[in-house]
C-alpha cells in the first residue's frame, strides 16, 4: 500500500497512534468468482492470532494500525451498495465514523521446525522511516517478536511481498542495518527493476543496506523457500512429506508483488496474500479497485486468481491491513 509522494502532509493522513497487537496462484484467463461468500469467524477479540499448517505455525503480528488518509469509498471504486454491505458483515472494524477506513499493518512470523522463522512483511518501521509520512510510527514489531519469543537472530528467512514502505520499515533499523542478520531477503527481481526504474526512496532505504550486506536475495517467479522441494531441486528437511513453504508473483499492486504459500498437504494451507487485497470490500467483489494499485486491470486478474485457487484448495487468507487476521473463504 502507498500513496503519491509529497501529495498530502504528514500528520494529516493517518491521525491513530501505533497499536499494539499480537496450486499456484496465476493471474489471467480465471473467470470472474461470484460475490464472495466468507465464513464469519468468532468476535475480534476471541479469534486465534496463530493458525497451524502442517509442521509450521503461522503467527499474525500487528505492527500498527489506525484511519487511512482516504474515506474508504474514496480509495476504491466500482463498489455497489452491496458490496458495501458485504464488506461491513466481513470486517465491521474497518469502517469508522464519516467514512473512515481503519486498518491494521500486519506481518507475519512463520515457526519451523528447529525453532528456526520465516518472516512475511516487516511493517511501517521506526520514526522517521518512509513510512513516516503517512502510517503511525513507530511500528511494534520489534516488541511483538520479543514478546513472542522470536530472537531476530532466529530469523532466516525475509519475504518482502513488496517494497512499498509499510510493508518494508523494519528491514532495516533507523541506522540502516539490517535488522535480521542472518537472514536472507526474498524479492522478486521484477519488483526491484520496478523501483530502480521509478527512482524510489526505497532503493536507498531498503534496498541498498541489503545489498551491501549481501542479504538481498532476488528470486524470479515462483520458488520453494523450504519444504519438499528446494530451490536446488532436492528434498529439504521441513518436517512432514508435503509440508513447505513457497512464494507465488502476484502481480498489479506493484510490477513484482507475491504471495506466501504456506502448505501443510492437500486442503491445509495458508496464504499470505500481501496487498493483493487491502479492504474486505475486495473479497465482496475482487473486481473493486484500489486507488494506488500499479496497475488495476491486472490487480484484478490476479484477485480472482488467487481467490479461486484458495476456495479450490480450502485455504485460510492471512491478510495485511484486514482488522482480522485469518479469514476463511466458504
Not at 491521525?15 to 496465476?26: I, Q, S, Y
Not at 506493484?254 to 496487498?275: A, F, I, Y
Request: charged share 20%; net charge negative.
Amino acid at each position: 500500500m502507498s500513496y503519491p509522494q509529497g501529495s498530502v502532509s504528514r500528520r494529516t493522513l493517518l491521525l491513530g497512534a501505533a497499536a499494539v497487537g499480537g496450486g499456484a496462484l496465476a493471474a489471467g484467463g480465471a473467470a470472474r468468482p461470484a460475490q464472495a461468500t466468507v465464513a464469519h469467524a468468532e468476535p475480534p477479540a476471541r479469534r486465534p492470532a496463530v493458525r497451524s499448517v502442517g509442521c509450521f505455525d503461522v503467527l499474525a503480528l500487528r505492527d500498527a494500525a489506525g484511519p487511512f488518509f482516504l474515506s474508504y469509498d474514496d480509495a476504491f471504486s466500482g463498489a455497489s451498495e452491496r458490496d458495501w454491505a458485504v464488506a461491513r458483515r466481513i470486517d465491521p472494524a474497518a469502517f469508522g465514523p464519516d467514512r473512515t477506513w481503519h486498518l491494521e499493518f500486519r506481518c507475519y512470523a512463520i515457526r519451523r521446525p528447529g525453532d528456526r522463522y520465516t518472516l512475511v512483511d516487516t511493517g511501517v518501521g521506526p520514526e522517521g522511516s518512509p513510512a513516516s509520512a503517512w502510517a503511525p510510527v513507530p511500528g511494534a514489531l520489534p516488541q511483538l517478536l520479543d514478546r513472542n519469543g522470536i530472537d531476530v537472530r532466529q530469523v532466516d528467512t525475509v519475504v518482502l511481498t513488496h517494497l512499498h514502505e509499510d510493508h518494508a520499515g523494519w528491514a532495516v533499523t533507523a541506522q540502516g542495518v539490517p535488522m535480521f542478520p542472518n537472514a536472507r531477503y526474498v524479492v522478486q527481481q521484477r519488483e526491484l527493476d520496478a523501483l530502480e526504474a521509478g527512482g524510489s526512496e526505497m532503493l536507498g532505504y531498503v534496498v541498498r543496506p541489503l545489498e551491501a550486506a549481501g542479504q538481498l536475495h532476488p528470486v524470479d517467479g515462483a520458488v520453494v523457500l523450504t519444504g519438499d522441494t528446494g530451490p536446488a531441486g532436492r528434498r529439504t528437511p521441513a518436517g512432514r512429506r508435503g509440508d513447505r513453504i513457497r512464494v507465488v508473483p502476484t502481480p498489479g499492486h506493484t510490477p513484482g508483488h507475491q504471495s506466501v504459500l504456506v502448505e501443510g498437504g492437500r486442503n491445509d494451507q495458508v496464504v499470505v496474500t500481501g496487498d493483493v487485497l487491502v479492504h474486505a470490500v475486495q473479497l465482496a467483489d475482487p473486481d473493486v479497485a484500489y486507488r494506488y494499485e500499479a496497475d488495476q486491470d491486472l490487480a484484478r486478474l490476479t484477485r480472482r486468481g488467487l481467490l479461486d485457487a484458495a476456495r479450490r484448495e480450502h485455504a485460510v487468507l492471512a491478510t495485511a491491513h484486514l482488522n482480522r487476521p485469518f479469514v476463511e473463504l466458504d
